[in-house]
């Protein structure tokens, strides 16, 4: 009988044992996560991080034909036609047209059927006190009345009168060039952040090489839109063939040219054509910076 009192017993503690809460266990003590710093967060000295390209918002070739026939109804009326003279800030349909011409043949031929919703497009045609750098969305038309300033090259403006006369494909010319061009990567130049161009034409192939990039300018390099120095020349001063516009609208513009955005510049009422510059007028010569290909 003893026997049997003694296995019970023991049975009891062991059911005891194993029947035991958890919660009356001490608490497991976790050690924290290991901290990754990421580079760019520091003194400067390491790259900057790398960041994921957003994509960009494209349109299809057929919706772009349908959807030309709303923006021209709307912003291009017939009245225009006949006598009318459009708005002032308008961006002229001719040099419109020639534009789409070039978003036609590049993103529309050869296989490919869509291209950037929202293109720029230049007028140099006007004075450099009026804006004349267009956002333009093809999907609604969005941005054909609403231009902002850009300055041209020097070498296209040898007599200094703020209009651009002269367009070259050629180095050191200091001129701006006519024609489509895509957008390429940003880097950081003497002029901050900055936007490579290449060229897709005979008459601005040589972009990228000539260092011709649409940047803006630090608040101490105010030579271009300065507000003292535009009062008492009644102009922006130039480039030495960049697109430059505003710290404001730097982004802005970036973001929609930069790794294959479209960008056309040309002029409203005349051929869109290259002229070479007259090499007796070729006065200016290059002070950006650092030799071997500064930014222009």
């Not at 960009?56 to 017939?78: Q, T």
């Not at 697109?243 to 513009?253: C, G, H, L, Q």
């Not at 479209?262 to 090499?279: C, H, I, M, R, T």
Request: proline residues 7%; aromatic residues 10%.
């Amino acid at each position: 009988m003893d026997h049997i009192l003694v296995i019970r017993f023991f049975a009891l503690c062991a059911i005891s044992m194993v029947a035991s809460p958890v919660m009356a266990q001490d608490p497991e003590v976790l050690a924290p996560p290991a901290i990754i710093f990421q580079s760019g967060t520091g003194d400067g000295t390491a790259p900057a991080p790398a960041v994921a390209a957003i994509r960009r918002a494209e349109v299809d070739c057929a919706s772009l034909e349908k959807n030309l026939v709303v923006i021209n109804a709307h912003f291009y009326p017939v009245e225009f036609e006949v006598g009318n003279a459009p708005p002032r800030r308008l961006l002229d349909r001719g040099l419109f047209e020639k534009a789409l011409a070039g978003y036609r043949n590049h993103f529309c031929n050869f296989g490919r059927f869509a291209g950037p919703a929202i293109i720029v497009i230049v007028d140099f045609a006007k004075h450099s006190s009026q804006p004349r750098l267009y956002r333009v969305d093809l999907r609604d038309g969005y941005g054909l009345d609403a231009p902002i300033k850009v300055a041209h090259g020097i070498g296209s403006d040898p007599d200094d009168d703020g209009f651009a006369n002269f367009f070259s494909n050629v180095q050191e010319s200091l001129t701006s060039s006519l024609g489509a061009a895509l957008g390429g990567e940003r880097y950081v130049g003497i002029n901050g952040v900055s936007l490579r161009l290449d060229g897709l034409e005979p008459s601005n192939s040589q972009m990228r090489a000539r260092d011709i990039v649409v940047h803006s300018y630090a608040p101490e390099r105010r030579r271009y839109f300065n507000a003292d120095l535009v009062a008492e020349r009644g102009r922006p001063g130039s480039s030495e063939g960049c697109f430059v516009v505003e710290p404001s609208k730097r982004d802005w513009i970036l973001y929609t040219l930069e790794n294959g955005g479209y960008l056309f510049s040309g002029l409203s009422g005349k051929l869109s054509q290259a002229v070479d510059v007259p090499k007796t007028q070729i006065v200016f010569a290059p002070g950006t910076g650092a030799s071997g290909g500064s930014p222009r």
